[in-house]
């Protein structure tokens, strides 16, 4: 079977030039614009045999005799000679014999072709002829009612007669399978009693067998349920009836009355008893008919492979369930700022847990923690738990839920306990997540113990532990790291504190507080050469002399972008405290020594890059709090622009804190995520050729993707470009024979 495939979503429109001028005719539902001229009648004769040539062609291609494929102008003639015949005037509009013939021409080649290749056959041989002429004929149904098209959109719509598809499909069912359907009928059931009796049999033929007894019903099952079903179920009495006398005669009473009962009233019917529409697994599924389903269970749990359409049919419920949660999230979202994450979201995330609860009871109580509910559970959520929200992926959604419960302030107000057993149902839906990497590189725990911002220390402990538990200790090293810096700096402060004490001559002159870190253990931050105040330059060097008679092997490298101060902003109303970061800090510090300064000034003052500059000036000029007047005034910062202290600015608290304008941090985290893949695709290739030495394409690539799998799931592309690119540094080297091998480079 051929079939050709010719792009018919166009447009056409076409003009017709009649004797009294040019009329145009209306647009059709068709991409391009074709006029065409027609200046004669066309007869039906001579329309049809136009016709039957192209119908002849299209025949002989499903035939496969030897024929060119259809062009598109060939495609177009065809349609246009019958869109022309039925908009000629009266009485040369031929859409009434159009339609006639449309089914004359399947009527003729069903006789001639079909029935005599089909009376020749029987038993299987029969079978696939069949299914291979219902294939052919579907096509070419297809095919005609594109021709005819015309006829479908105004003829038959007018007349409310049978579409074209309609009467090309009734012209098999009332020619071939009213003829042949009780021989098929019989050899069905004969494959199926082989199938009973321990014989391999073609389960693909017979499932396309079938569907043509549902197909044939367009819609309906009367003609499967009347000329199939009813007779296959007698079939299958009768056959265990005459199985009964040999069981009773091998077998015991017990297990006798155990096969007849398993087999009469479950193997027969279990995919009638299953798909009940009222009543069968999806129902039971739907109403939570928690009793009923593990009712099912026991029954199905006994036949052989009983259990695989009930786990499937698990499957399919729970993954709609999921789906539906994410378009709800994405309709609720739709109406939000576009890049924030916000309450729907964490909704979202509440209902998933909810979701995931339930059905794991499900699999628990109802299936008897049986495998493969565990499965079907699994790839279930896998589906759903991969797909973004209103742009954001699920790693992205987890992490901030588990953020908002525990920093300080969160809109989680929950008790340890309670706490605790969220956390722990989150990890296990990150189980169900391939992007683990950019879960564990956006969980912002960073942010929070930088910041002390992290309403729980023993909070945080508890987490990791159940990712360290789930994920693997690989996954966690880096944050433990951090927990561990935070608590030496902790440490290391009070040794400060202690060393000031006993040092007269080391005095900062203002109260510091250093936090050492790690540098492998931190995300990247942006550092950058702040020409600090003299203030700020003494108590660097005081900490300095400080950490050197700790240790003489380490280099302090000074993040002053994640530095805070508070100052104390003398204003003519009132003194305020005023909690800005280091940046902030030492732009307003310079206004103690000038009254007026311009953005160069301050830029080259401070020796900061331009953004860095915009961002801390708009929050100190242009935002809530104005503790700098700007000229020429304007809600933006341009390097034209002056500065002036202000006196006059004023709160009704006495400690206010200035924030700075928020950046893209998702961008920077997407970035390193993509570097930390490609650092770890590499170290996964040199590990296994390492181990290897040798290797083929395919096999490198699987290996790979395995090993990554728990942290992402790798992109084949990406594995094929770090492959190029260790080969290029001398890693390996392609076999000079066979491109697809490669080798180690030690």
Not at 96 to 119: C, D, G, H, M, W
Not at 269 to 274: A, E, G, I, N
Request: hydrophobic share 35%.
């Amino acid at each position: 079977m051929i079939e050709h495939h010719i792009p018919i979503s166009i447009d056409i429109s076409l003009n017709r030039k009649n004797q009294g001028g040019s009329e145009t005719i209306r647009r059709l539902g068709f991409g391009v614009n074709i006029t065409m001229n027609q200046h004669k009648t066309i007869e039906l004769e001579e329309g049809w045999d136009f016709m039957q040539r192209g119908i002849t062609k299209l025949k002989r291609i499903l035939e496969g005799l030897p024929e060119s494929q259809f062009s598109s102008e060939e495609y177009m003639m065809l349609y246009t000679t019958i869109y022309n015949m039925c908009t000629q005037k009266p009485p040369h509009d031929y859409s009434q014999q159009l339609y006639e013939k449309y089914k004359e021409a399947f009527e003729e080649y069903i006789n001639s072709t079909v029935l005599p290749s089909l009376r020749e056959k029987h038993d299987e041989f029969m079978l696939r002829e069949l299914v291979k002429r219902w294939a052919n004929h579907k096509v070419l149904v297809r095919w005609l009612s594109r021709f005819f098209h015309y006829l479908d959109r105004y003829f038959i719509a007018r007349r409310s007669l049978p579409a074209l598809n309609e009467v090309g499909l009734a012209c098999f069912r009332d020619l071939v399978y009213e003829e042949l359907k009780d021989k098929v009928r019989d050899a069905v059931i004969a494959l199926i009693d082989q199938e009973r009796e321990g014989e391999q049999i073609d389960r693909a033929l017979l499932k396309n067998v079938l569907d043509i007894f549902v197909e044939i019903g367009m819609g309906q099952m009367i003609y499967y349920e009347n000329d199939f079903e009813d007779d296959m179920l007698k079939d299958s009495a009768a056959y265990y009836s005459r199985k009964a006398s040999n069981w009773i005669v091998e077998d015991s009473c017990p297990d006798y009355m155990l096969k007849k009962v398993q087999n009469e009233l479950l193997v027969v019917y279990s995919t009638q008893l299953l798909d009940k529409e009222h009543s069968g697994c999806r129902v039971l599924l739907r109403d939570d008919k928690v009793e009923d389903l593990s009712r099912m269970y026991r029954l199905f749990h006994k036949i052989p492979k009983g259990l695989e359409p009930v786990a499937n049919i698990f499957k399919q419920h729970v993954t709609a369930e999921g789906t539906a949660l994410v378009q709800q999230a994405e309709d609720a979202a739709s109406n939000k700022a576009e890049n924030a994450l916000g309450s729907q979201e964490q909704v979202f995330v509440r209902k998933v847990i909810e979701l995931h609860d339930k059905y794991m009871a499900y699999v628990n109580d109802c299936f008897a923690n049986h495998t493969l509910f565990h499965k079907a559970l699994k790839e279930a959520f896998e589906v759903f738990c991969n797909k973004n929200v209103s742009g954001f992926s699920s790693a992205e959604l987890l992490a901030s839920f588990c953020d908002n419960i525990l920093k300080k302030g969160g809109s989680e107000k929950l008790s340890d306990e309670a706490i605790e057993d969220t956390l722990d149902k989150v990890v296990k839906l990150l189980a169900y997540i391939s992007d683990k990497d950019l879960y564990r590189r956006i969980l912002q725990l960073s942010r929070r113990l930088l910041f002390d911002k992290s309403a729980n220390d023993d909070h945080e402990r508890i987490i990791l532990s159940k990712l360290k538990q789930q994920c693997g200790g690989q996954f966690t090293s880096k944050m433990e790291g951090m927990v561990t810096d935070l608590t030496l700096a902790r440490e290391n402060q009070t040794h400060f504190e202690e060393y000031l004490e006993n040092n007269s001559n080391a005095n900062p002159g203002i109260d510091l507080t250093v936090t050492v870190l790690t540098t492998g253990f931190w995300p990247t931050y942006k550092s950058s050469d702040l020409s600090l105040p003299a203030e700020m330059v003494k108590c660097v060097e005081v900490f300095k002399e400080f950490y050197q008679t700790k240790t003489k092997h380490r280099k302090l490298t000074w993040m002053y972008s994640l530095g805070t101060c508070n100052i104390n902003g003398k204003f003519e109303p009132k003194t305020i405290e005023l909690m800005v970061g280091t940046y902030q800090a030492a732009a307003l510090l310079l206004f103690n020594a000038s009254d007026r300064l311009s953005y160069s000034e301050i830029k080259t003052q401070l020796n900061l890059a331009d953004d860095d500059l915009v961002r801390l000036l708009q929050s100190l000029s242009c935002a809530k709090y104005k503790i700098l007047n700007k000229e020429p005034h304007s809600k933006t910062v341009s390097p034209n622009d002056y500065f002036e202290f202000n006196p006059k600015f004023t709160d009704r608290m006495r400690r206010i804190r200035i924030p700075l304008p928020p950046v893209d941090e998702r961008k920077k985290v997407v970035e390193d995520v993509d570097k930390d893949r490609r650092y770890a695709i590499d170290a996964s290739i040199v590990r296994i050729m390492k181990s290897r030495k040798v290797l083929g394409h395919q096999q490198l690539v699987m290996e790979c993707v395995e090993q990554l799998s728990r942290m992402f799931k790798p992109d084949f592309k990406a594995i094929k470009k770090r492959i190029e690119d260790l080969i290029t540094r001398d890693y390996l080297e392609r076999d000079k024979e066979n491109p697809n091998l490669f080798r180690y480079l030690a």
